[in-house]
């Protein structure tokens, strides 16, 4: 197979020669590597006049903003702390990026970050985003803030669907990424594969409808958990270069510095808002012109369908810059920088603070449209306030609000009875505010995720996911039966390469039928399967589901469950409950073995007799329940059913208690 190099270059150059056929490529070659060379000369030339500039702080051309950007667990937070201890900074930890207790315990990485480092005289702005689908809205709203990326892939994964998602947006924005193909030192991992990769993200790059410039990317190799990028395949390389360094020079080299005007007006637009107790609102973006110091007179100013709005006066009581992974504060900033400023309370992200002559706001930041929703309301079950401290819907409102405000991907509508419809990007990204929330101290009742629907022409559309999956031979059958079932249709299959007996399969599913998937593909794969998923496009309505879960046995006593009363429903189905737990009236306590819902009795107690004790004549051995984590419940509920969300539990429960109101409810359904 020929090298993607060649490929590449015989692509670009065929290109270039159609529209000047008189030009050969010797001539070309010459052209291109002159004007490298003369691009270098110029960037030192600036290098060095910014460092015997007095004001060599602002000047724009030692900045260089980078974002790195990649599918989820291909390398992007490692990477990001070894960057920092090339550069000398203090990592007490790994993923050291990963400040929310969240990501550490889950090793994602859910919400985008910025830091600085210093390299060669010259400041590199480097921001960390997710890699996960569901937060997506977080590099959309980082990219316009950077003038380069650097893409990470797994050199042997190759690219996945988010990958293509990241890249979409990074080359959307004019950006030139660098490729970076990480995990080069695993024993698959051969030159061959590395040429296969780098073929397969040139097709992706050009799929996606990428200019010239950003089609002659340059590629590095790396191992991030080692510690070292090389310009060249190597599994091993020298000592002397064992390092970050080559990674770092080639961002300096290829990644332009901002072009942005000191003299013009201070403006910013707000990509990141933090609170501090202390400080109020930290807004958080890169300085689109002009200069700011502390104490400067600034105002708030947003675009409404009217004009532009201003939303509030103040002044910059700190200018903050990331540093390593602390801050520190800094007397001014230029044009090109990426800053935090403190000292104003209503502006938010997408929002612009400019110098008080300034009037026009900046463009605000465009995201892609949610595509499910939950509603959020009061918890009204009759264990409801044991556990939680903010239970009234006021106080949950305010709490949607305020995280509405910090992440622009959910939206929030108030609704009827004290509840609140909350859309989001996916089941995981809901998952994390409700854990969030709870763990806060809240306590709610959360409905199943419903897909948002589209309407054009009077054609129903349905979010549509592009879905990867790799999994070993013997349980193709499995999943491709359950994703049939979903509405699934199968774009390519084959074997993985350089993994005997590993299948990879490419397919397209509605939102709606990967709703709850996840679990059952994991326990249909033994846990040995992997599965991506990133949003395609809206395509017409695919019709029903097939039958994908089963009915449910339902409490029909208030109390303690007892093991003698499991003990003779466990023939009946898959309990979710250990004994000892507290139930009531239409709390859902496992899974029915047919498809209706059973309503059973689990607090009936072994009843004494004149002849023996209550608990003689025999011993109760229970199978262990499946207890369902968060994310599991999201995906197992049905429409007549919520879950009920406390600090301390995780309930399941029918949306009508009352036995009677549920089957009178259930016969208007069908009527």
Request: net charge neutral; aromatic share 4%; glycine share 8%.
């Amino acid at each position: 197979m020929a090298g993607p190099l060649l490929l590449r270059s015989l692509w670009s150059t065929g290109k270039r020669s159609l529209s000047s056929p008189s030009a050969s490529s010797l001539h070309l070659k010459s052209y291109l590597s002159s004007a490298r060379a003369l691009s270098t000369a110029a960037n030192a030339a600036a290098a060095a006049a910014a460092a015997v500039s007095p004001n060599s702080t602002l000047d724009p051309s030692r900045l260089r903003n980078v974002a790195v950007i990649a599918h989820v667990d291909h390398g992007k937070t490692t990477l990001m702390d070894r960057l920092l201890r090339q550069c000398g900074a203090d990592i007490p930890h790994e993923r050291a990026m990963d400040s929310i207790s969240l990501e550490r315990e889950r090793g994602i990485t859910i919400a985008s970050k910025v830091t600085g480092i210093s390299w060669r005289e010259n400041e590199l702005n480097m921001v960390d985003t997710p890699g996960h689908a569901d937060f997506g809205g977080e590099v959309e709203r980082v990219v316009g803030m950077v003038e380069g990326a650097i893409l990470v892939v797994d050199a042997g994964e190759g690219p996945l669907a988010q990958t293509k998602f990241v890249l979409a947006k990074a080359l959307k924005y004019g950006l030139r990424p660098i490729l970076l193909l990480n995990k080069v030192d695993r024993p698959a991992v051969s030159e061959e594969r590395c040429d296969e990769v780098e073929s397969l993200v040139f097709d992706l790059f050009a799929n996606l409808g990428a200019t010239d410039e950003q089609l002659d990317f340059p590629v590095l190799y790396a191992s991030a958990k080692e510690g070292w990028a090389s310009s060249t395949f190597t599994k091993d390389p020298p000592a002397d270069v064992r390092n970050m360094s080559q990674l770092l020079d080639a961002i300096i080299r290829h990644v332009p510095p901002p072009k942005a005007s000191l003299d013009a007006p201070f403006q910013m637009l707000v990509t990141m808002m933090e609170k501090d107790f202390y400080l109020g609102r930290i807004l958080t973006g890169r300085v689109s012109s002009g200069v700011v110091s502390v104490g400067d007179k600034v105002h708030g100013l947003r675009i409404t369908d009217s004009g532009t709005e201003k939303i509030e006066e103040g002044k910059v009581i700190k200018l903050m810059k990331k540093k390593g992974t602390g801050m520190v504060l800094i007397d001014s900033a230029g044009a090109g920088d990426i800053i935090s400023i403190s000292g104003m309370t209503k502006p938010s992200i997408g929002h612009t603070v400019a110098n008080t002559e300034v009037t026009t706001a900046l463009p605000t930041i465009e995201l892609d449209p949610p595509t499910i929703s939950m509603t959020f309301g009061v918890n009204d079950s009759p264990l409801a306030g044991r556990d939680g401290t903010h239970l009234t819907g006021g106080k949950i409102g305010a709490r949607l609000m305020s995280e509405a405000e910090t992440n622009l991907a959910i939206n929030v509508i108030p609704g009827m009875a004290e509840t609140y419809e909350v859309q989001g990007r996916g089941e995981l990204q809901l998952g994390v505010l409700i854990e969030n929330m709870r763990r806060e101290g809240f306590e709610l009742s959360v409905s199943p995720p419903k897909v948002m629907y589209k309407t054009e022409n009077g054609v129903k559309l349905e979010p549509i996911e592009e879905v990867t999956i790799e999994v070993n031979e013997e349980h193709v059958g499995l999943v491709m039966e359950a994703l049939s079932h979903r509405k699934a249709e199968v774009m390519d299959m084959g074997p993985v390469p350089g993994s005997a007996g590993r299948t990879k399969l490419s397919l397209t599913c509605p939102s709606r039928g990967l709703v709850g998937y996840r679990s059952v593909f994991s326990s249909d794969t033994r846990g040995t399967g992997f599965m991506h998923r990133a949003f395609l496009n809206y395509e017409k309505h695919r019709g029903l589901l097939g039958n994908v879960r089963k009915g449910v046995l339902v409490s029909m006593g208030f109390g303690s469950i007892t093991a003698h009363a499991l003990m003779s429903l466990e023939p009946r189905g898959i309990l979710f409950v250990p004994p000892g737990t507290e139930t009531y009236d239409g709390m859902i306590i496992g899974e029915h073995s047919r498809d209706t819902d059973l309503d059973v009795n689990p607090v009936r107690a072994k009843e004494l007799s004149n002849v023996r004790a209550a608990g003689k004549d025999e011993n109760v051995k229970l199978t262990p329940p499946r207890l369902m984590t968060l994310e599991e419940a999201i995906g197992y509920v049905a429409s007549d059913e919520l879950i009920e969300v406390t600090p301390k539990a995780i309930r399941l429960r029918k949306r009508y208690l009352d036995v009677n109101k549920r089957k009178t409810m259930s016969k208007r359904a069908k009527e």
